[in-house]
């Protein structure tokens, strides 16, 4: 049971480029969330999801996209990476919206130069 | 969702008991205090909550006061591993997310 998997770990991209963020869970949770932490900062949160098929934005949802085609798996699109974006990014997972703790990824680190 | 106060930082000796503050004095009926911590940028874990109960697990122990304007998390053998930013969220049920603040930097000393 791996939890909240997420990859890259790190990653360096140039202004304009694109990349996606993964994010899986076998822990066969329906709500799924993405977070971001800049420096010194709490975590926002950026998109959300209830379940396949099923998205939401979050605080801070602008230049970011995302899908959920299966339950395990919530990846986050990035189309044109800005400097503002430099960021530590979290994915978690809950098995209900109600009182139930939310289960962290070990994060990717995003610096766009 | 309810303000939240927490010291910006504490120390504790290793092997004492660690007694974290948080107040929230505008939490509402349906909010449940949640604790998480963040071990030195690593995703946030998760370590105990209650609405009204004091609550315990094998990482901590929740007291929440009879007004539930404040409560404390209390690590009772705290080890150098449990140097970290301790986070207070009051959360309703129903809600999507969690919301952070500071937090308070607990660093234990050996």
């Known amino acids: 049971n791996a939890g909240v998997t997420q990859t890259p770990k790190f990653r360096i991209l140039k202004i304009g480029q694109s990349m996606t963020l993964q994010c899986t869970q076998d822990?066969?949770?329906?709500?799924m969330y993405w977070y971001r932490q800049d420096p010194g900062m709490g975590l926002k949160l950026i998109y959300y999801?209830?379940?396949?098929?099923?998205?939401d934005k979050g605080e801070v949802p602008n230049g970011y996209n995302v899908s959920r085609s299966t339950t395990e798996d919530f990846p986050l699109r990035l189309e044109l990476a800005a400097p503002s974006q430099t960021s530590v990014y979290f994915c978690a997972s809950t098995i209900t919206g109600g009182n139930q703790p939310q289960h962290f990824g070990d994060g990717t680190r995003l610096s766009i130069l | 969702d309810a303000k939240t106060t927490q010291p910006p930082s504490m120390d504790c000796a290793e092997g004492r008991a660690a007694n974290l503050p948080c107040n929230h004095s505008t939490i509402s009926g349906n909010e449940y205090v949640y604790w998480y911590r963040q071990i030195h940028s690593q995703g946030p874990q998760y370590i105990i909550h209650g609405l009204k109960n004091n609550e315990t697990n094998e990482m901590a122990s929740l007291i929440i006061t009879e007004d539930r304007k404040s409560s404390t998390l209390i690590l009772p053998h705290a080890t150098l591993r449990d140097t970290a930013v301790y986070y207070c969220?009051?959360?309703?049920?129903?809600?999507?997310?969690?919301?952070f603040g500071s937090g308070t930097q607990l660093t234990v000393l050996p």
């Open positions: 999801s209830v379940g396949a098929g099923i998205t």
């Open positions: 969220i009051p959360r309703p049920g129903s809600a999507r997310q969690l919301t």
């Open positions: 822990m066969n949770h329906n709500y």
